[in-house]
């Protein structure tokens, strides 16, 4: 009856010839409506199965997927790769659904409430952009539908916190199980709380990821390396010492004895220093360096200056188009040198603002401390001597962003620097015996450091096992990187036996044959992380 009075043909009926225009809207609309219940049920019974696909695929509970909306547990993130089954909706660059689009004014409040619990709960904002559960939670939500009510504080801090320290517990298992083949990385690292406390934090990095495992209140063993080695000895012991590979700790003096220590009780373990706290060592040793330290100390004054005056600041603001200069912060001496990088790009800025009609309008120009900062700026000394500065500490700088980033990277330590060390020769090449002198002067404190404390035979055995760096140099290595490799096999393989069989293999590497001279494997060579390159 309904398409009879609409006039659309088909359907076992015929158009109704004495209808009229007002009845034939109404029947048009009871069409539509239908239509529409009946494409929302489909939709909503099809994201409800593909809701319990991805339940049973993820293999959580529907008690927790209601509570935390825990995802997958994949090893590529620190929490779990999050896979969501409203991809195509909800991802990057995706399609909007049509209901999306006509609830447009519904979508915008919705957005508001969120934002509003965010602002009165003084959260970051970034939570929406590095949160992996973040799009997940609001997916969840939307498959419930309305009436969704939202979990108690009781449900929270009870069942729910519950059920995620369950997954937790079983992600933590998947590291385990990839001990046995890969081995893992034990790393500590102290900090003091506010009450004065030293606590120690435990953590096991594997090719799986990292994870921390525990912390510790040693505030009765920080300063005795004795005891701090009795610490460490034992949380080796409940990881299990035929897993362990090597034990990164800070460059404290307590710190080194204590690893010398357990290196002596375990013969297959390697004590490796913190690799971004000895850069930055490296980087306070060249800042004392007399014309160093005078570059610096001349440098600190500008933006010290310029911060601690508001009209100054605004003034800089309108000529530097509201870019910021870098100010020295306490924890990493690196600050210095990032400091006088942003000094040396903004200084054509700069020198505007000091000659400018308001500068010389305003008071502070008749200052004494504003005319030094002046006459500062348009010394042609001080900015040869910031230029030099930089360019000696930015292979540095370089280096210390490599090894203090996610990534593993301690088949690439060893070249990161060699290279940076030829970089400050290069720039002081041909600048006669006064450059020599000084890039000879930077090397010794590079070197001091290197040998004296970072460079560790793992070291030389991970860049002769990086095909990135090994097929390039044809293995013409030095004889350094060979007794790295074998000290290595040595002490992490005891069985003669086995050292002879990986020593068979060591030859097919350097032969690139088998798999290594597969077509995708040395097309990657450079491509991949030497851990996934050899998982090929």
């Not at 009871?30 to 199965?49: H, P, Q, V």
Request: proline fraction near 4%.
């Amino acid at each position: 009856m309904k398409y009879h009075l609409a006039r659309i043909s088909g359907f076992d009926v015929g158009p109704c010839g004495n209808v009229s225009p007002e009845i034939m809207r109404v029947a048009h609309d009871a069409i539509n409506a239908k239509d529409k219940k009946k494409e929302e049920s489909a939709t909503k019974k099809a994201e409800l199965a593909a809701f319990k696909v991805y339940q049973s695929s993820a293999g959580i509970s529907s008690h927790a997927t209601e509570g935390s909306g825990r995802g997958s547990t994949a090893a590529d993130s620190p929490v779990g790769k999050i896979p969501s089954y409203f991809a195509p909706r909800t991802g990057p660059g995706a399609q909007p659904s049509i209901k999306s689009v006509v609830k447009k004014r519904e979508q915008q409040e919705a957005s508001r409430l969120m934002g509003r619990c965010l602002f009165w709960s003084d959260l970051p904002l970034t939570i929406t952009r590095n949160n992996p559960f973040w799009q997940p939670m609001c997916d969840a939500i939307a498959v419930v539908g309305p009436g969704f009510k939202a979990p108690s504080y009781e449900e929270l801090r009870g069942p729910i916190l519950q059920a995620e320290k369950k997954d937790i517990n079983a992600r933590l298992g998947e590291f385990k199980e990839s001990w046995e083949s890969s081995g893992c990385t034990v790393m500590s690292d102290g900090w003091t709380d506010g009450k004065g406390r030293t606590l120690l934090n435990f953590l096991v990095h594997c090719p799986k990821g990292s994870m921390f495992i525990k912390s510790v209140d040693a505030s009765a063993h920080v300063k005795d390396a004795a005891l701090l080695c009795e610490l460490l000895h034992g949380f080796i012991e409940e990881i299990g010492a035929q897993h362990v590979v090597q034990i990164v700790t800070d460059n404290a003096a307590n710190y080194v004895a204590a690893g010398r220590m357990l290196m002596e009780r375990h013969e297959t373990v390697f004590w490796t220093p913190c690799a971004a706290h000895c850069i930055d060592l490296m980087l306070e040793d060249v800042g004392k360096i007399p014309f160093v330290k005078e570059v610096i100390d001349q440098a600190k004054s500008i933006p010290k200056y310029i911060y601690n005056h508001a009209f100054v600041l605004n003034l800089m603001r309108t000529y530097t188009n509201d870019r910021e200069l870098r100010r020295l912060a306490v924890t990493r001496f690196a600050t210095h040198f990032l400091t006088l990088q942003s000094l040396l790009q903004c200084q054509y800025e700069l020198k505007q603002m000091f000659v400018s009609g308001e500068w010389r309008d305003c008071r502070y120009s008749r200052r004494e401390d504003g005319r030094a900062i002046a006459r500062l700026l348009y010394s042609d000394s001080f900015w040869e001597g910031v230029e030099e500065v930089c360019s000696i500490a930015e292979p540095l700088v370089k280096v210390l962003r490599l090894v203090d980033g996610d990534k593993p990277v301690m088949g690439y330590l060893y070249e990161a620097m060699d290279k940076a060390k030829e970089s400050i020769r290069a720039y002081y090449e041909g600048k006669g015996t006064p450059g020599f002198n000084r890039q000879m002067m930077i090397w010794d404190l590079i070197d001091s450091r290197w040998t004296g404390m970072l460079h560790r035979p793992i070291h030389a055995a991970a860049l002769f096992l990086n095909p990135a760096f090994s097929y390039k140099c044809n293995f013409d290595f030095d004889d350094e990187v060979m007794d790295g490799l074998f000290t290595c096999l040595r002490r992490m393989v005891p069985d003669a036996n086995i050292r002879d069989q990986i020593n068979r293999e060591i030859e097919m590497y350097r032969q690139c044959a088998g798999l290594f001279g597969f077509e995708d494997a040395v097309r990657l060579r450079t491509r991949l992380m030497p851990r996934k390159s050899l998982d090929l």
